[in-house]
């Protein structure tokens, strides 16, 4: 397939993570995306880990991978010189993405009104933590503070730890894949009947209804427990330390059989205790225990291929070593090496999802910058002269 | 104004939840799903609805699945048989879309494949969800949910600081893949507009997962270095954690990414002379001497409801989140702001509260179109009206048990 996205141009209004994480994906899958940062630049770019710890405007890696396959035009939107060029540029353009405070999105005078108003056509994807109105509309909010209000943070972690969020930036990813979609059906929409609209992510709504089966249970039946089970939900569907790592088994009724072979244990098979589901919850502690010990003496990738082979469902808990030497992401092509002419080379994943050999392609990140010259001559049709009054935020050619 | 997936059908064999979550969207949205389970291996979650089995329709009143598959239509066909699975591709040939999240080879097997189902709908949308995707040299290796997020190398940047890995609270990669559905069938359908083609997408779900940690894969091929888990902290700013309030298990998050938002939260504990205390009057103070700020920070919460902490954080400009519950997510005046919640009735299971569609949409709203189909509920509808079978060639389909209007209920006892 040619890339799906193709023929699309998008203006990225983004900040940090979850409205770069929207942009990234529709570079990608082939659409123009034009990244506006501030003076300065995107804060993500002041993020660590850097290239070799040494902070620097363009080796963030979180930058790096966020804005993979953009271009980057450096505007100051709080002048009415850099309010018009945005708005000449969202005259060409299909969708606009940004993740402001509503409040802060509306003191730059870049609405869905002011926008529809150059543009009938376009799609405005709003992200932000609770929504474009409602009692916390005004808000201050980031990642931690939106995984605790969308409900993950609770049941994440031991009941003597306390809540923990997971590893990065979980909240505000699922903010720039939740817009990703939505916005991907307007666009369909649009291309259809010709017009655009509003599209306002919540992430708090977004995150809010996944918690398995706890929120069913509870409107539904007025069950909840208020738990944090840590690494187990039971005995055989946990995270196990073993020689080199840790494994992960999680073992439906149907795997019993090729589990307790693949682990070398088929006594376990015929022990009582342990037929059922059910016994195996009954006496989950000394199943527990059992395979704490069998755990112990593996080494990961060889209990792993194992399992594999014999349908047991057993994997390991990669580190980024692992991931980066997985046969199955090396085989499936994966993991793209990228260069950068500051950076220099480096593996990131990608396509989330496999469409085709063509149908994604990253491309390294932009300098900062780097296409505001191109961008407004080419695609905003400003002489040198209206450049040039834009004034020193725009950095000469 | 038009649902944006009106006029859309979709062949939907998934089943359990990364599946059925998103093509649930994709109904939410205006497409027609057609959900097929057969007699004998019809879904899990109508089995997880904690539903006593000497209820009538025990099988219809899970709520797991009824929240999982509302906005569907349900046909019952056994696709082992020749007759089900020549009923499934008329049924393809009719279709836009169709979603699998089976085992590698199931589809295969049943000749079902994207091959398969090309010489009935050359220009099908043919969308496999399973956990390794459909090659490479795991791609049989079995991955349920809680696995997913371990090989997408999430778990082993997750964790209390110092600790060992851990997992989420659920299992995540499941609905991660099913939002993702969402976008792989719109850009499918957008390319198919405009070119005719049709598509096949492989969404493995680790890999869907690991690119919402590709800063760490970046990070690391570039330096090296494995990033231990960090906790509730971040490794620049501070304040940066949860804090401990009033009652049982109950937490409030605090995190400042500048001086002003410090400036604030000591305004609001009424300690502004805190501001400039040189161990926290910057950033890098503030991170050197995080121990010591979080023990006065959590003084402050201690006695105060986590809701009243995040309004008191908030009045004065800090970025504040309660940690909040299920029940409370449920009574939330955000939330409930917003619509989040809708009453629903469905005939068998009866009146509760469900979610909204969660992406609010200005000109093409989505809505709950229909409550989750009872087990075969649609087969009129299907075999009739959608692919015109004649009363001979359906009675058939009863008789030999292709088709059934209840399942097999010892399947899930």
Redesign the interface.
Known sequence: ??Q??A?LRVLELGTFVSAPYCGK?FAG?GADVIKIEPPGGDIARA???F???RPDRE?S??F???NTGKKSVELDLRTPAGRDAFLRLAATADVVIENFRPADLRALGVT?EALRAVNPRITLVSIT????????VD???????????????????T?E????????Y?AD??GG??A???A??????A???G????????V???M??????????????G??A?L????H?ASF???Y?CQDG?L?V?V?PR?WKPFTDAIGRPELFEDPRFTTQADRVVNNDELMGELYAWAATETKLDV?QR??RM??????????????ES???N??G??QRIEHPI??A???????????PDAWRAGRAPLLGEHTQEVLATVAGMSAAEIARLGPAVPAT | MTAPLAGIRVVDLTMVWAGPFGTRMLGDYGAEVIKVESPGQWDLLRGLGQIPRNVPRWYNMSAYFNHNNRSKYALALDLRQAEGRTVLLELCAKSDVIVENYRTDVMDNLGLSYADVRTAKPDIIYVSMPGHGKSGPEKDYVAYGTNVEQLAGLVSVSGYEGGEPLKTGFSYGDPTAGTALVAAVAMAMRHRLRTGEGAFIDLAQRENLTCFIGEYVVDYSMNGTLREPAGNRHPMFAPHNRYRCAGDDRWVTIACEDDAQFEGLCRAMLQPELASDPRFATNAARKANEAALDAIIEAWTAPLGHYEAMYLAQRFGVPAGAVLTIPELMADPGLRARGAWHEHTHPDAGTWEMETPPWRMSRTPGQVSRPAPGFGEHNSYVLREVLGLDEDRIAALYEHHVTADAPDEGLHQ
Request: hydrophobic share 40%; glycine share 14%; aromatic share 14%.
């Open positions: 397939m040619a799906p996205l023929g994906l899958y993020h660590g880990p290239k070799d710890e080796t890696a979180l790096l991978y966020l869905y933590a609770y929504g474009q109105d409602g009692p916390y808000y201050r909010s980031n990642n931690l503070t939106a995984f605790a209000m969308g409900g993950q943070m609770f049941i994440t972690g009941p730890g306390g809540p923990v969020k997971n590893g990065g979980q990813y699922q894949l939740n990703f979609s939505a991907t059906i307007a666009v369909l929409a291309e259809r009947d017009a655009g609209q509003h599209v306002d992510i919540s708090q709504h977004c809010a209804p996944l918690l398995e089966a706890g929120i069913p249970y509870y409107s539904y039946l069950r909840w208020p944090r089970r840590g690494n939900m569907i946990g995270i330390p840790h992960g999680h439906m795997n792993y399992a594999g349908r047991a469902p057993i994997a390991f808990v990669h580190t980024m070593a692992d991931l980066l046969p199955q992401l085989v499936r994966f993991l950076a220099g480096a593996t990131y994943p990608g396509p989330p999802w496999w469409m085709g």
